[in-house]
């Protein structure tokens, strides 16, 4: 066989190799990896802390603080200096240039003095610390909104399985009654009414998948989906689980435990660090130095100290800002210590009310509008009841279902809302 030959063969199988090596990247990495098809709520959590652009972000925040803590670390860089005077450059024969002049190589290191270092060391602590509660924050208002958005799904769920049910038990219905009709025991004015009234249902269906659609859309945008259409199924049901709470020991359990309290109480130590170093930075640092001059061939040594004056400055201003700040931030933790205990009294409030509509829905309305709607079924089929009050059974029940599944939304979503409110999961 030719070289020639072997070449052709050689570039044709380099190229059907070429041809597979997408083909199989493409199987192998999956489009959304990490994202199952039936997702939890706590599946759904991981993904949301892993890669919600919002966190992301507020996690460089301490990296910031950490890098202004490395600062505040390092010490003065001390000065080397080099200077020559005296030499008759000038002059016709201005003779050696060594031997000829004053020299002198001088360095000096200065002393930071009334310990500025370390305060300024543990405000860059503080802050550091400020911006991971911070963080903590980000993270407790995410996972509300996410709890929030996991259910608004959930809810959205249980309403199309609820309208497509209702639609399919009113289809059974018209298929009784076109029957009926074809054997003369209905008119054609009932049978019309009947299926215009199966509009109804059938935009029920079509809210109900166009909310689902849409709910599923602001949960993906918040997990960091960037394929806003990605295919997902929720795990979770609509419950109502019992909590039994105080309301005092949440309020004082937020107060202690909320990273937005601690945050601010954080950023209020900081400011009072921050006065002890505005007050050192009024004192002066001191800067020995030591040297050797060269004195016209004369070898000698040079050695002193260098203070500055605080004759006119010393940082009165700096000092005036820190006391302001400190000031500012003692109001700002107390009007946030107010604004929790507000919060934790709300959501209680709420939890209670939505609890109660809860209980009184499935205890007294839902079996009221399920045996109200069965007794009318039965009624209608059997020919002693007329089409209207057969459809306002309907109507009733419909109305009453996605109540109930409203009503264990609110529910879910006020225990959510006390644990945001807290700042802890129960």
Known sequence: MSWTKLTVKAIRLLGFILQLVPFTTAQQVPQNAGLPERMTLQTAMDVMLRQNPLLLR?????????????????????????????????????????????LVIRAGQTIETAGKRGKRIRVAQQELAASESGVQDTVRQLKFELKRRYY????AKAQRALAEEILKQFDDVIRINEARYKQGELSGLEINRIRA???????????ADLQLKNAKTGLLELLGIAELNTPFDVS????????????????????????????????????????????????????????????FGMNTSVFGLSVPLPLFNRNQGGVIRANAQIQQQQYETSRLELSVRRDVQEAYQTLQTQGERVRNLEQLYVPSARSAR???????????????GFLDAERIYRE??????LALFDYQTAIFQLEAAVGKEF
């Open 58 to 102: 507020d996690q460089q925040n301490p990296r910031i603080a950490t890098g202004d803590l490395v600062q505040a670390r390092r010490r003065p860089n001390p000065d080397f200096e080099v200077s020559s005077e005296s030499y008759p450059l000038f002059e016709s024969n201005p003779g050696s240039f060594f031997n000829n002049q004053e």
């Open 152 to 155: 608004v799904v959930v809810l």
């Open 197 to 207: 009234e199966r509009l109804r249902f059938f935009n029920d269906l079509l809210d």
């Open 236 to 295: 979770e049901t609509l419950v109502a689980p019992a909590v039994g709470v105080d309301l005092l020991q949440l309020q004082t359990q937020a107060l202690q435990d909320r990273p937005d309290v601690r945050a601010e109480r954080q950023r209020l130590e900081r400011n009072r660090q921050d006065l002890r170093l505005q007050k050192a930075e009024g004192v002066p640092n001191v800067t020995p130095f030591f040297g050797y001059k060269r004195d």
């Open 374 to 388: 069965e007794m009318a079924q039965q009624s209608y089929r059997l020919g002693s009841l007329e089409l209207i």
């Open 400 to 405: 009453t279902l996605r109540a109930h599944n």
